[in-house]
């Protein structure tokens, strides 16, 4: 677009006005061709006529010479209304140019020149729009030519450091930094030959004697053309928004800040937050420091009396080594880096504070070192080597400090100043809430995982039927602790339960759901239950607990709220291993199958027929049985550990198989072997909790067990007498024959006759010395107290007083009745 004209567009130019010559008794002497098709009149009508003749209204004549103004030989202008040649009124502007003075013999002559007067109006709106555009002081104006000098500018516009006070001619770059002179001058050369208006353009400028901090521009340009149309440079209006930015950049930050408090519930994952927001965003550099407390869920106390001992936890920007080193040589001192309000500033350095908030110190630089206490600057400021300006704000929530946020700027960066502490108070304050609430949600933490690890069995369990490891790792600060639990559970004759179940949800509701289920499995565990039946009675329990939850009359006896599907259900892996028979009879409740590792290095997962998770009800358990050769390694695990927070459970399990074996679970004890398993978990930043239960199956050898089949005659009690002392006295074990003696005798002898034939006798050695006999009834024995009176009943106690412990378990055959004796020396 055009935005300036030559003289020859003009509305009086010579070429474009119309123009008339008079004497000084205002006669029209001679009649351009401009005049004459301006008015429609010929020259032939109008020279030699009063130019009072050519007016609407000839009365106005002395009117129209009334807007002459003295001195008048320079000319003057004026507006007049003419008649047309057809008849109409025209409203002009004239200029009236004296040729001479009329002195001599020569008449005085006059130029006038006219125009309509909405093209007078326009050139003069024009000059005077242009005139006040570089007066004006709101709105800066710069022209540029078209190799980018400038030419004008309403320089008052400029009062920054470092900006000359004669700017024709100039670069930007002459006064500028370099970068940022050649950011907007590649701007203005795009506008130059494009021809496109640029419009918004943010700039940074900073001077060159002057580059901290410096000024933001908005720029908006548009190019400027030759009459011809060629460009001959720019026009370029900018207003100085830095404060505005200033304040926008405020507000970003401290939404940017909001929202990184709120993205965890970990301390320290918060306070790290919390430094990477404000460094490099408000501060080059910034360090947080906490009480000790809490870090592990306490609170400060805030009875005054007490110094609070700061640790510093949290580091960020330029100079994050030095922060780390300093605070790790304070550490040993209460408070380390706590700002002293009291502290005064030293000579050349500016201390501002603010009761009960932050403090701002600059003019670091130069300040003078050496002096005494009263002059030095405060410590806490000087901590970083080139810093100008530091400013550290407390966290609080709720009346209590629980630490501090301290930033520093160095090198060119601009001085802290007022607003940037006002805006570190605001994030200050938030950030206390959120290191609260995160302190809050540590301390409940810690108290459900050591609930859980209370409730939890010891991590290695040596047993005759296997050799038992476990680990589990809860899940991170963020996620909260979940409900898994594993546990190894030794039943009659040697044989062994294995468990691993997983609450659904976190915290301590899960963690008190899976305290009850792991009490409930043992409790029917030692019912000796089949596996399936096992978890039916299991998930009917969740049911009641569910509807417990449920109920309006739970708790305070306000009105029950209905409870999600998810913190009332649970998954759970029941698996009966016997080493006797070398058979493995196991049922799942919608949980993950477990990997099995055979002796020659083959690892498969057990192809089970899952059941619904606890908690759905009305669904049937299928047991699966399979023959675990000696040395086999059997892998039970919860979903967190194939999962990995990815979702994909088949490249999880290929992934644990590959670790059992690397792990080396045949060779290596399974104590050692359970950290390498989970060794490329990430620490602390797992999205749900982690079991592993390693199991080592062993086998009692056939010399170590003995059965006899016997008829349900009482005159083949003797005979299982002597078959008991026979083989007691094979395995050297003669000291347990008169109390194993009695116990056959008993036990026998009940089953002959309450329970018919036939009946088997089996005697096992495996860390103790297991006596049982089956018999094909379902009733389960009772131990009774007898009447003095009474001859018989006195069985079962004599059988309970002799043996370590008794009991009985259903059989798909009937029943077996059980004793075990502890062995010689053990």
Known sequence: MRATESNQNHPFAIANAAA???????????????????????????????????????????????QRTPPAQDGWEGRATLRHGSGRELKIGFRVLPLNDGRGESTALYLVLGAPSEEVAKRRQDHAFTQELFLQGRVGLAVFDAGLRLLRTNTHLLPYTGVPDALRGRRL?????????????????????SGDPLIGFNATTRTQDDPRGGRVLALSA??????????????????????????????????????????????????????????????????VDLAETVLTGGEPSDDGRHTLSMLRVAVAGTAADALRTGSAQASAVPDPAVPDPAAPASEGSHLEKREGQGVLVTGLVGAATGQDADGAPPAWATVVPGAHSAMSAPLRAGGIMYGQVTLWR????????????????????????????????????????????????PTTSERPALEAASIYLPADADSGVGGDWFDVIPLSSARVALVVGDVAGHGLHATAMMGRLRSAVRALADLELEPDELLTHLDDLVLQVAAEAESDDAGDGAPGMPLPYGPTAATCLYAVYDPVSRQCVMASAGHPPPAVVRPDGTVEYVELSPGPPLGVGGWPFEPTELELPSGSVLAMYTDGLIERGEGDVDEGMRNLADRLLVAEVLDR????????????????????????????????????????????????????????????????????SFTTELIVSELVTNAIRYAGGPIVLRLIRAGSLTCEVSDPSNTQPRMRRAKSSEEGGRGLYLVAQLAHRWGSRYTREGKTVWAEQALPGL
Not at 173 to 193: K, N, P, S
Not at 223 to 247: C, I, K, N, S
Not at 411 to 437: F, K, Q, T, Y
Request: proline share 4%; hydrophobic share 45%; aromatic share 4%.
């Open 20 to 66: 008339a010559l008079l004497d000084d008794a205002g006669t029209v002497l001679a009649w351009t061709a401009s005049a004459q098709t301006l008015l429609q009149r010929r020259s032939g009508e109008v020279c030699g006529r009063p130019a009072r003749d050519l007016l609407a209204d000839a009365g106005s004549w002395d009117a129209v010479l009334a």
């Open 173 to 193: 770059e002459d006064f500028l930094w370099a970068e940022d002179a050649r950011a907007i001058d590649d701007r203005l050369r795009e506008v130059l030959h």
């Open 222 to 287: 548009f190019r400027l053309q030759e009459p011809d149309g060629q460009p001959m440079g720019v026009a370029a209006v900018f207003t100085d928004v830095t404060d505005h930015e200033r304040a926008r950049s405020r507000l970003d930050l401290l939404y940017r800040a909001t929202e990184a408090l709120g993205g965890s519930l970990s301390v320290l994952h918060t306070v790290e937050d919390l430094a990477a927001a404000v460094a490099p965003g408000l501060g080059d550099c910034a360090a």
């Open 410 to 457: 160095t090198g060119a960066s601009a001085p802290l100043d007022p607003h940037d502490l006002a805006l570190l108070d605001e994030i200050a304050a938030r950030a206390g809430l959120a290191v609260d609430n995160a302190r809050r949600y540590t301390k409940e933490r810690r108290t459900a995982v050591g609930l859980q690890r209370s409730l939890l069995p």
């Open 669 to 736: 004890p399974l104590r050692d072997a359970r950290h390498d398993i989970v060794a490329d978990l990430p620490p602390g930043r797992l999205e749900d909790d982690v079991t592993l239960l390693l199991a080592r199956t062993r086998v009692v050898s056939s010399d170590s067990s003995a059965a006899w089949q016997l008829e349900a005659d009482p005159a083949f009690v003797g005979e299982a007498r002597r078959l008991v002392l026979g083989q007691l006295s094979r395995w050297d074990l003669d000291e347990l």
